[in-house]
């Protein structure tokens, strides 16, 4: 009989898989993280067709199983499926404020410790919390919802800012990526990173970059984002009126890699919403350092 310790089993449980904090998070530890003491599966429970493969198949370049069994399930079969789940790991991680996650582990006799990351003031207040063992936000306002919700337990609501995965940026090829996009040396350039919908706030940025383009002609905009059917007239009809110039340019999410460079050391970087990601701080920072 072998006497090697098996690793932790950590499963991540999200409501969906999109492109965000929580799968750049995964990302990062599965990466990291010695596989010999920790072992990371993913489990996606809703997925509609207008959604991005992206995380997906990096997570399973990286050596995540990703589970997507629940796309074809229903509700009820979910919350089956995942009590069946559950019970083989040694933590459970659940993103998104995931619906199914409590139903399914009232099922369960023997419940692993659950853990619970919310990245919105809503995640935070939404569902019942005399399963979760910690709660995790990304900034303050998110874990101080948390523990409002947590009477005598508030201490086990946490603050853990997201993280940034630096060896994205490659700063070797800024200049070529700057060229591309037609960018002079001294040009401001105003980077925009996130889903365009309502909840993203795009068109803040959309009606400020305006308001700066009067201002300095020379100021240049790069948005990178990507729109659900149900936003993407909205996104289309905001950005039909920047772009009766060339000082605005849009990508989608599938370009993000190709975009990384330009974002080193950019005049101004914003990430998408507002002030709800744990990854401004970072970033306020750097927008300190260059706009002091």
């Known amino acids: 009989m072998s006497s090697r310790k098996q690793p932790v089993r950590i499963l991540f449980v999200f409501a969906w898989l999109v492109v965000g904090g929580e799968e750049t998070e995964v990302r990062l530890l599965a990466r990291n993280l010695d596989r010999n003491r920790y072992r990371i599966d993913v489990v996606a429970c809703f997925h509609k067709p207008s959604m991005p493969d992206q995380t997906h198949e990096q997570l399973t370049a990286l050596g995540v199983d990703v589970d997507t069994t629940p796309y074809a399930l229903s509700f009820k079969d979910t919350i089956t499926y995942l009590a069946t789940k559950i019970p083989g790991y040694d933590v459970v991680v659940s993103c998104q404020n995931v ?3 409590y139903p399914a582990l009232e099922r369960i006799h023997l419940r692993p410790p659950l853990i619970e990351h919310g990245g919105l003031v809503s995640e935070a207040l939404a569902g019942p919390k005399h399963f979760t063992s910690r709660y995790v936000g990304v900034c303050r306002s998110i874990r101080d919802a948390a523990a409002s919700v947590m009477p005598g337990r508030e201490l086990s609501a946490l603050e853990i800012p997201s993280m940034v995965d630096f060896s994205e940026f490659d700063v070797t090829r800024r200049a070529e990526t700057r060229s591309s996009l037609g960018l002079a040396e001294d040009s401001v350039l105003v980077g925009w990173v996130g889903r365009l919908d309502p909840k993203k706030n795009v068109e803040d940025f959309i009606e ?3 308001i700066v ?4 002609a020379s100021a240049r905009f790069v948005i990178v984002g990507g729109a659900t059917r149900s936003t993407r007239n909205m996104r289309y009809s905001c950005i039909r009126l920047l772009l009766s110039g ?7 999410f599938s370009e993000i890699e190709r975009m990384f460079p330009t974002f080193c ?4 970087f914003l990430p998408g919403s507002r002030a709800t990601r744990g990854c401004r701080t970072f970033w306020r920072r750097r927008v300190q350092q260059v706009c002091p």
């Open 208 to 210: 400020a970059a305006a």
């Open 246 to 252: 060339d000082w605005v340019a849009c990508f989608p």
């Open 213 to 216: 383009h009067k201002d300095v």
């Open 265 to 268: 050391q950019p005049s101004i």
């Open 99 to 101: 619906a199914d996650i």
